[in-house]
């Protein structure tokens, strides 16, 4: 199973003692450093200057910019780097430099152009959701769900008791709680979870998505930290207990383990395919909206659906779906930092976000990602599982996507089980969305 490439550092060893040769080596975002500093350079002074063009390029060169440059940050600060550092920095460093007005107004109206009326974020969500599901092994995606449905279901069941249970505790209304703090942490991540979630709270409670984004955005970063966290703890449990742990085998029988530690063979980007499988996505996500009209239920959802029957059913041909999963895999290496740049510009206001955080808020999050391990680690003697490797499984279900599942299993040193995470992630975050936003619809 391929790792996201949101995860994927691009720097080349060089030589000790030539800093000049080493400064040459270092890439932000693939771009040469010296390139990259004048590219920015560009940008900065067209922006300062009020010159930028008031179009999509010019809204696409601020948010890459500042996307690419974050998102390396994040990935070398050592402590932040471990606990979601790119998505944090891409998140919150725009909504401090637009709260303090350091964008220029034209700036601010030529994202705006590009995120709002453009509307990049329904692009983005699109080829993220549809492309990762159209793109997994559908063998692995079977036999995964069937053996990750009751840790789910338990840990799920878990997570939901206990947050409401703390949520009360500290004054939080259940719905709340559930909808604003529980939701957002299971969802499955920023891509596959908080967008479409927004999306869908935006359908049913009629405000604009980015009020939801600010609201929902930092349970899913707390949750993350609080994951890994529970992963190195559960590490550090299997080296002194050895018999609680399979070190990296979740099931206690290697004939079917090595169901899930076969491999996709690496196939070259073919462009014409990857053209038709965005035509494809982009049928989806109108499909969503069409039946959206019929059931009643928001069209982003019945997007994901369509996609997990289609992907079962074996109804989209192989090609086809390998054309979609390379645009997820463009849009996941060059748009989701940038997006979040625009997310953050536009829809984190910084006093919202400051106004959500407080120690009742932490220690809930806190108590849905220990109630879902500790329930994965308990349930695991029964589903003939190690107790070690089925909890931090079904911990990365409280992940940030698949950022999170890289920094939970590399925290636990078990990136073996990456097959497991991405079902527990993907399959696991889109049912949180699809049954968050039924009952959200039920509710109001």
Known sequence: ??????????????????????????????????????????????????????NMIGGLAVIMTLGFALAKIGRMIPVLREIGGPAILCLMVPSVLVYFDVFQAHTMATVHLLMKEANLLYFVIACLVVGSILGMNRTILIQGMIRMFVPLVVGTGAAILSGLLVGSLFGYSIYHTFFFIIVPIIGGGIGEGILPLSL??????GQTPDVYVAQLAPAAVVGNIFA??????????????????GNGMLIRSREDNSVFTQTQSVQQTDFQL?????????AFFIVGGLFEKLVHIPGPVLMILAAVFCKYAKVIPSSMEMGAHSCYKFVSAALVWPLMIGLGMLYVPLESVVAVFSVGYVVVCGSVVIAMTLSGFFIASRLNMYPVEAAIVTCCHSGLGGTGDVAILSASNRMSLMPFAQIATRIGGASTVIAATLLLGWVV
């Open 274 to 282: 990857m053209g038709a499988g965005l035509l494809m996505i982009c």
């Open 1 to 54: 199973m391929e790792n996201n490439s949101l995860h994927h550092t691009v720097e080349k060893s060089v030589p000790g003692g030539q800093p000049l040769r080493l400064l040459g080596n270092i890439e932000v975002g693939s771009v040469p450093l010296a390139l990259f500093i004048t590219i920015a350079a560009i940008v900065a002074a067209s922006g300062a200057a009020g010159l930028l063009p008031k």
């Open 228 to 245: 890994i966290i529970c992963a190195g703890v559960l590490a550090r449990m299997g080296s002194r207990r050895p018999s609680l742990s």
């Open 200 to 205: 869908a709270y935006s359908a049913i409670l």
